[in-house]
């Protein structure tokens, strides 16, 4: 058999070879994020997370942090994964949980990432906007620096308070909207009166 032939095997994935087998070299701790409920959050296998937790996983529970200091709702926020979200937080996730060594939660890496439908469940469910990372920037701050528009009104209306936080820098999120982003000025702009 050439390195480019291959066989279909029933009940094996559509293509196995020997350069598809894993490296001997993977470490301990991806070996632990395979086997725990990280990678299936970063990929939104939501079953595959109840089935393992269902079950008393060894390797982790619903809360439990990886060897980078996250959570599973970390990652499934971070990807967009609204259903893994919901789940994982039925299953008793923490929504206001921080990262060991950036302190971000997972509505930081929902607004940073754009994701508004994940943004607008874990406010619903008490995610605290006003919670800083280590920088000192809240999910506004995340969101304004990559222009995610429809973030900050969510998080503005949410809480209109967020608006005036300065980070470590003592720039608050307005600060770092581009320019160019003439909505996310004007979503800004309207916060900036007194009526809110």
């Known amino acids: 058999m050439n390195s480019t032939s291959h066989t279909h095997t ?5 293509c196995s070879g020997p350069w598809l ?4 070299h993977q470490t301990l701790d991806e070996i632990d994020f395979e086997r725990g409920i990280w990678s299936d959050a970063c990929y939104g296998n939501t079953e595959e997370i109840i089935r393992k937790l269902n079950r008393g996983n060894r390797i982790c529970t619903v809360n439990s942090v990886d060897s980078s200091g996250y959570t599973a709702l970390h990652y499934a926020s971070r990807n967009g994964h609204l259903s ?6 039925m299953q008793g996730a923490n929504v206001n949980c921080q990262t060991a060594s950036g302190k971000s939660t997972p509505l930081h890496r929902a607004a940073y990432r754009g994701h508004r439908l994940v943004v607008k469940y874990l406010l619903s469910k008490k995610a605290n906007p006003m919670i ?10 995340k969101a304004a620096e990559n222009g995610h528009t429809e973030i900050l009104k969510e998080l503005l209306e949410n809480s209109p308070a967020l608006k005036s936080i300065t980070d470590n820098k ?13 909505d996310a000025i004007e979503i800004f702009n309207s916060f900036l009166d007194d009526n809110h």
């Open 21 to 24: 087998q894993p490296s001997v």
């Open 170 to 182: 003592g720039k608050t999120a307005f600060q770092y909207v581009s320019h160019d982003k003439q």
């Open 132 to 141: 800083c990372d280590a920088d000192g920037k809240t999910a506004l701050h």
């Open 10 to 14: 029933e009940g094996e994935s559509c």
């Open 84 to 89: 893994t979200c919901e789940a994982l937080v």
